[in-house]
């Protein structure tokens, strides 16, 4: 599987302040995503890129942003955090982005 | 807007019975659907990836089958196992071949 590494696995923040979510993949695979997954919503696309310096809004886009400056890193930001940002979030890289997706083991975020 | 639903939400099976998993697609022009799986507290692993021109596609005891037309694909489980609790996951294209479209998953519990 694709070596896709998320960090950190788990925060715990306060409402206001920002927060970023790294995903650092070897693959050289050209298309990232970043997912939020929550009870009773599934997963929902945040946002993706589809090259470097190449990024999209998903469905879910509101309150955050994302700069892919290298292949091999996404970042997920959080400009001012709040509670019902609390989620897990993954993210996942594909190569073609119509072919095999590969997932991280994902980011437990807690705004407080 | 692509919407996929997954049904049933849950399942309880005894060790060796065979089951299958049902999910359905709004919109058929797709490229391709893809089914995963998650263990609890982890990310996702695609197990198998249903071209549009495909019908079918096994591996292992797992099989999946794609009736594009009529919205719809099923995962079948041959004898299954206790090692099979999880929950699945589909995923089709939100249109073409844009970023992938969840169902909420079907949670299996295989008991022993």
């Known amino acids: 599987d694709a070596g896709i590494t998320q960090s950190p696995r788990h925060k715990v923040t306060e409402t206001g302040t920002p927060v970023t979510l790294r995903c650092h993949q070897t693959?050289?695979?050209?298309?990232m995503y970043w997912y939020r997954q929550d009870p009773g919503h599934g997963l929902r696309l945040i946002h993706y890129?589809?090259?470097?310096?190449?990024?999209d809004k998903g469905e879910v886009s509101d309150g955050y942003s994302v700069s892919r400056s290298k292949t091999e890193d996404f970042l997920l930001t959080l400009e001012s955090a709040t509670s019902s940002q609390t989620s897990v979030y993954f993210c996942?890289?594909?190569?073609?982005?119509?072919?095999?997706?590969?997932f991280g083991s994902g980011t437990q975020l807690s705004v407080l | 807007k692509q919407e996929v639903t997954q049904i049933p939400a849950a399942l309880s099976v005894p060790e060796g019975e065979n089951l299958v998993l049902n999910c359905s697609f709004t919109d058929s022009a797709i490229y391709n659907l893809q089914w995963f799986r998650q263990d609890p507290g982890k990310g996702l692993t695609s197990l198998l990836l249903i071209q549009s021109s495909q019908r079918e596609q096994t591996s292992g005891r797992l099989n999946a089958s794609l009736d594009k037309s009529s919205g719809r694909s099923t995962l079948y489980i041959a004898a299954s196992q206790p090692g099979d609790s999880a929950t699945y996951l589909c995923?089709?294209?939100?249109?073409?071949?844009?970023?992938?479209?969840f169902g909420k998953g079907t949670r299996l519990s295989v008991i022993a």
């Open positions: 890129s589809y090259g470097v310096k190449d990024t």
């Open positions: 693959e050289n695979h050209r298309y």
């Open positions: 995923a089709v294209p939100n249109s073409g071949n844009t970023p992938l479209v």
């Open positions: 996942a890289t594909g190569d073609r982005g119509i072919e095999k997706l590969f």
